[in-house]
């Protein structure tokens, strides 16, 4: 079983960036493709980003289309959210999962994850 741990979260002012890792113990994250999501006080938890165990594919949630970048390095076994021109609505806690099978063009369900990590606070001011 797939063991995630994120990190790299913190408060930034907005239009700063951030870059979250996920790391993970137990399996090699190769065999997964990854996800990262999010969730604000009060809210569902929100898809933000997804990329194939290869790195080749990736789908994004509209509302951070050309502002975050999801990649991967397979060798080090860790995931990566790179975050640009943030907004305070971007204020949540951040997620990775991990789960198996066919690539998907829509990742936005978290119930399809099958691995999550237990969050990383971000917090963009005004």
């Known amino acids: 079983q797939a063991q995630l741990v994120e990190s790299g979260g913190g408060l930034v002012q907005a239009g700063g960036s951030l870059r979250l890792s996920c790391a993970a113990s137990?399996?090699?994250?190769?065999?997964?493709?990854m996800g990262w999501f999010r969730q604000a006080p009060g809210k569902e938890r929100a898809f933000v980003a997804a990329?194939?165990?290869?790195?080749?594919?990736?789908n994004y949630a509209d509302s951070v289309k050309g502002r975050f970048t999801i990649s991967r390095d397979n060798a080090k076994n860790t995931v990566y959210l790179q975050m640009n021109s943030l907004k305070p609505e971007d204020t949540a806690v951040y997620y990775c999962?991990?789960?198996?099978?066919?690539?998907?063009?829509?990742?936005?369900?978290?119930?399809?994850?099958?691995?999550w990590g237990q969050g990383t606070q971000v917090t963009v001011s005004s």
């Open positions: 999962a991990a789960r198996g099978g066919a690539w998907y063009d829509d990742h936005s369900s978290p119930e399809i994850f099958n691995y």
């Open positions: 990329i194939s165990w290869s790195g080749r594919r990736t």
């Open positions: 137990g399996r090699t994250l190769s065999s997964y493709h």
